[in-house]
């Protein structure tokens, strides 16, 4: 795979994470672009599951929760799964689900409309509550992957719907629109 334009990988992601927060409203882990002595740009994101005090907070991404791990699902185990799969583990896993639910495709739509071909399992996680219950975790690592590698327009390889389901738009025009989303 060749990767462009790699010095702007640390601004890409920090623009993308801005974009989603400050335009549409997105949670997003706290993160800023520094530079080193050098002038070299780092990306730096802050950890939303620890606490102030210390304490750590439960978190799972959704490649445990489905199951999928390197040693019983291969080298691309994070990125076999649909993103319907995970609306499901988020009904199981999440009290809140209809508002996680809708956070989620939200995320789900700025990732494709700002071509993040990697929002794979790892990419999407749930955090415990203060109250001990589970919700959607902040947005992490939302970046334009299409300006630096050419990648698929969607990371996980089942789709957006499980069980091998296309729309019929899909099946026409051989690309996601608007139909699909709806």
């Known amino acids: 795979m060749c990767f462009e334009m790699v010095d702007q990988v640390p601004a ?11 335009l549409y409203g997105i949670k997003t882990a706290e993160n800023a672009l520094v530079f080193f002595q050098n002038g ?32 019983t699902n291969g080298d691309e185990f994070k990125y076999n799964y649909s993103y319907e799969g995970i609306a499901d583990l988020i009904k199981q896993y999440v009290p809140s689900a209809p508002i996680a639910l809708e956070n989620f495709y939200r995320l789900l739509l700025f990732n494709f409309l700002f071509s993040n071909g990697d929002a794979h399992l790892k990419n999407f996680s749930i955090l415990e509550t203060k109250a001990g219950d589970y919700q959607l975790s902040p947005a992490y690592d939302l970046i334009n992957t299409r300006l630096h590698v050419n990648d698929p327009e969607l990371a996980l390889k089942g789709g957006l719907f499980k069980n091998d389901y296309y729309t019929e738009s899909y099946e026409a025009n051989a690309f996601y629109a608007y139909d699909d989303f709806l």
Do not use: W
């Open 40 to 71: 070299e740009p780092a990306y730096m994101t802050k950890r939303f599951d620890v606490l102030k005090n210390g304490k750590k907070l439960g978190m799972e991404d959704f490649a445990s929760l489905a199951g999928k791990t390197k040693q």
């Open 12 to 22: 890409n992601e920090h623009l993308t994470m801005q974009i989603a927060k400050q």
